[in-house]
């Protein structure tokens, strides 16, 4: 049985194995992120250098608080809201001037300020179950300010990357196995239209890695991260990539 996301990180173990496998020093999430920080950085700085006021960040699902504690140093306030207790406490001690929460926003809709001017969303659409994802995006569009405030979404997991062929083949093996391990993936056309459904107008986008993760366990890990490192970005190819980042404006 497939574990819903809502109890997926709630024991202590989960978080661990999250942190220390999944963000380990050579993994391939780590090479992402390396090559995601500094784009996601300059969109940051960019929008907080073209507004007079302050800027007030939500992350979303902000886990253990590897996308918040970049971007908190950015802005002038920031909250950060998860659904896994045990998660916060290891964001705690990597954020120090964010307001940490935690709840289901759908259930308790209060949890989140009236107006944000940024919203950072990562590896949360594929993560939680399809039924749910349009409803948690239109709550964060109810909360982003109108018109000029941006929401900065991800989908790791592109369905017409190189990577899929892999995802499949797991998949079948998952069934076989009857194991409980996280397999979504989404096609660029799907989350376009999830994020038009859900008030949302894409005024940018950008894509990291083209190259499947197996070539990072093999002898060809450095010439293949040093080419995706180097294709990364926003490029004609961002549909190919596997890891998609769409900045948003609400319509």
């Known amino acids: 049985m497939t574990t819903r996301y809502a109890d997926r990180f709630q024991q202590k173990a989960a978080v661990s194995s999250y942190d220390a496998a999944e963000y380990g020093a050579e993994s391939y999430s780590s090479s992402s992120w390396r090559w995601q920080r500094p784009v996601l950085e300059r969109v940051v700085k960019d929008f907080c250098a073209a507004r007079s006021g302050p800027v007030r960040l939500l992350d979303f699902a902000c886990g253990t608080g ?19 207790e045990n998660m916060v406490a290891v964001a ?3 954020c120090p001037k964010a307001r940490l929460l935690v ?35 239109r709550r964060l569009r109810e909360v982003l300010r ?10 790791h997991g592109n369905a017409r990357s190189l990577r899929h062929p892999a995802i499949a083949w797991r998949r079948w093996r998952q069934r076989a196995s009857q194991r409980d391990v996280m397999l979504n993936e989404m096609s660029p056309g799907a989350a376009k239209r999830l994020l038009a459904e859900s008030g949302f107008e894409i005024v940018r986008q950008f894509g ?12 060809l890990r450095r010439a293949a991260a040093a080419l995706d490192g180097a294709l990364a970005g926003d490029h004609f190819w961002n549909d190919c990539a596997i890891d998609l980042l769409f900045v948003c404006r609400p319509r």
Request: proline residues 10%.
């Open 66 to 84: 590897r996308v918040l504690s970049a971007l908190e140093p950015l802005v002038d306030a920031a909250d950060g809201v998860d659904i896994s």
């Open 208 to 219: 990291f890695g083209l190259l499947p993760p197996t070539f990072y366990r093999t002898p």
């Open 92 to 94: 705690r001690g990597k």
């Open 146 to 155: 109108t018109p000029d405030g941006l929401l900065l979404v991800n989908v």
């Open 103 to 137: 709840g289901d926003v759908l259930a308790q809709p209060e949890l989140l300020a009236p107006e944000y001017d940024l919203i950072s969303c990562f590896r949360f659409l594929l993560n939680v179950e399809p039924e749910l994802r349009g409803r948690v995006l």
